[in-house]
């Protein structure tokens, strides 16, 4: 479920009746968004945003069960270093209930507001997804072609660590999914047939037939979209009254 943490009717009462009536129908997870500031092309849909961060951990301080997820995080615009320590404290205090979703970004005006090059944007997340998972895993020691750091403690070292869920449908985003990540978030419309059909990404990360490996990356095991993940959990059946499903509906699904 998306939390109604954008758009211009965006209220702390309604985060909160979205996210309380998940935990109660034991729906998975809940997910928040993140624009930082936009300029007019985007200013109706993501003028107003409540940080996603920052909001995930206010849901975590009075939830118990429920995941939380970022739908996305837009890495090149933070610096990792500081990224990472938000997300190993968030995964810490919410019991290791954190799932962090990540994107490119698409707004152009986005990043000039914020002094940060739009081009070369996916090279530098990568190195930072890299970095963080470093951290995450106690190195002292790492050399980038944007970040390094010797000698260096940053803690808390999440356990378990967060998953990593890479958005995007193209080519790129495909392959970073595969390559650094652990589940592909599609964007909306795409699906594993879409990717599957692309000729390129199998060459490219060595996948003979329609299925999910990820063989030319970190691990091998299946690499299912992020919505199949969540369809495969068990689901209870519920009676749902009136005034749920009217709360509900301020959210969004996200499969």
């Not at 997910?31 to 849901?59: F, Q």
């Not at 070369?120 to 995450?136: F, K, P, S, T």
């Amino acid at each position: 479920m998306i939390l109604p943490n954008y758009g211009k009717d965006a209220t702390l009462d309604g985060i909160r009746r979205v996210a309380e009536a998940a935990e109660e129908l034991r729906f998975d997870s809940v997910w928040a968004t993140e624009h930082i500031i936009v300029g007019a092309e985007a200013a109706d849909t993501y003028g107003r945003v409540y940080d996603p961060l920052v909001t995930l951990g206010w849901v975590a301080g009075w939830t118990e069960r429920i995941g939380l997820g970022t739908s996305i995080v837009l890495v090149p615009l933070h610096n990792p270093i500081h990224l990472a320590k938000e997300v190993a404290t968030l995964q810490e205090l919410s019991g290791g209930r954190f799932t962090l979703g990540v994107g490119m970004g698409w707004h152009e005006d986005e990043f000039d507001f914020m002094g940060v090059e739009f081009k070369g944007r996916g090279r530098r997340a990568n190195e930072a997804i890299r970095l963080m998972r470093a951290l995450w895993s106690g190195e002292r020691d790492f050399d980038g072609e944007y970040w390094s750091f010797h000698d260096a403690t940053s803690e808390p070292h999440p356990s378990p660590q967060p998953e990593i869920w890479v958005g995007g449908s193209s080519d790129r985003a495909i392959r970073r999914a595969l390559e650094l990540g652990d589940a592909w978030h599609p964007s909306r419309g795409s699906d594993a047939d879409h990717v599957s059909s692309s000729s390129r990404t199998r060459q490219r990360c060595g996948i003979s037939r329609p299925a999910w490996i990820a063989r030319c990356g970190r691990r091998e095991r299946p690499l299912a979209p992020a919505r199949d993940r969540l369809r495969r959990r068990p689901v209870r059946r519920l009676d749902v009254h009136r005034q749920t499903l009217a709360t509900l509906r301020q959210g969004r699904l996200l499969l």
